[in-house]
């Protein structure tokens, strides 16, 4: 991990905050001791200059600590840091004063201070690793939201992944049985079967997991998938399709809508003796945009069996992208299902 005092910014407030240092300790020597300003300037020159220098490596030690096994031998190795780095400042700093001056009142007063020195060195050092202690959680926490927010973002990535692959298969394998009846009755309509089926996986296999596509774009994958159950079902299935212009601009997760049709084709349809309706409105209001799917249905069929898994798919990949647990609407009336679904509208 970058020393954060020799990286970025942080060397600025590093000096601005040894100069402070640096006058408190000309203003002592000067005014309450009584030394001339060259004195104190050079005394706490020396001796802060000196600690400023060295203290950038008690990162070093900090970092190093961290990979103690106890709290006993982190202690430790601090202590150690502390007394070898102290004791070499205090004698290296005391060294060139002793030679630049040879003021007796001054050398008293140095010999004098040095248990002083050190005291105060400790304190320096148990300062300036505190702040380092603080400095390494921000940035190890920092960093463990940047990689829980990755993991995130990888896991919902896979889930939407997921989620995309559980479209119903059933779907792709009833209408290669059907071109495959229809080459021989109905050569034609298995010709345009395959062009349809063709488009609509293109579509629905070639988009991202995580991309989003306007409206008018879904609704044209829609309409060739239920344009390949018309040709299964004939005139037992009707479908209508009525969107404002300006909600098929909107943006809405790819292959959101498929999954609510196969619903609606396969509980409507499928047990149904008599033709079934399906319609599609879709309209701007209240910063959402709401797509209605209905359906009519025989409530007395029995229902064809299945895991239910479509419309879970839809609420969790809703989910998922706009954080909301409540843009899926199910309701049953007498003969009517209705599915709403709710898509939030950046303004």
């Known amino acids: 991990m970058k020393n954060p005092i ?46 400023a220098v060295m203290a950038p490596g008690f990162w070093y030690v900090v970092n190093f600590a961290g990979y103690a096994k106890d709290t006993l031998a982190t202690f430790a190795m601090h202590v150690g ?24 009142t001054y050398l008293s007063f140095l010999s004098g201070s040095y248990i002083w020195r050190v005291i105060i060195g400790l304190m320096y050092y148990s300062i300036i690793v505190l702040i380092y202690y603080q400095i390494k959680y921000y940035l190890d926490m920092s960093e463990r939201v940047r990689q829980e927010g990755e993991l995130r973002n990888l896991l919902q990535d896979a889930e939407l992944r997921m989620l995309k692959s559980q479209i119903n298969p059933h779907f792709i394998f009833n ?34 997991s995580k991309e989003m596509n306007q409206l008018s774009e879904e609704l ?53 003796m008599e033709p079934v309706n399906i319609h599609l409105t879709s309209k701007l209001q209240d910063g959402f945009m709401e797509i209605l799917v209905e359906n009519d249905f025989d409530p ?41 679904l709710k898509i939030p509208v950046k303004q």
């Open 6 to 51: 020799l990286t970025g910014k942080g060397y600025q407030t590093y000096v601005l905050a040894w100069l402070v240092v640096m006058l408190a300790h000309i203003f002592l020597l000067h005014l309450y001791i009584g030394f001339s300003w060259q004195l104190a300037m050079t005394d706490a020159l020396v001796y802060n200059v000196l600690f």
């Open 81 to 104: 840091a502390a007394a070898i780095s102290v004791l070499f400042w205090a004698s290296t700093s005391t060294f060139p004063l002793r030679l630049l001056f040879d003021d007796s």
């Open 175 to 208: 209408s290669l049985n059907s071109i495959s009846a229809l080459t021989i009755a109905a050569p034609e309509l298995a010709q345009e079967m395959v062009i349809k089926l063709s488009g609509f996986l293109r579509y629905s296999l070639g988009k991202d």
């Open 220 to 272: 044209e994958n829609v309409g060739l998938y239920l344009e390949i159950e018309k040709i299964r079902f004939g005139d037992k299935l009707r479908f209508e399709i009525d969107v404002e212009e300006e909600a098929k601009t909107v943006k809405v997760p790819n292959l959101i809508l498929q999954p609510i049709i196969e619903n609606a084709i396969k509980y409507g349809l499928y047990e149904s």
């Open 300 to 340: 007395d069929a029995v229902s064809p069996k299945g895991t239910g898994i479509g419309l879970k798919n839809v609420r969790k990949r809703l989910q998922l992208v706009y954080g909301k647990s409540d843009l899926l609407l199910v309701r049953k009336d007498l003969k009517r299902f209705k599915v709403t």
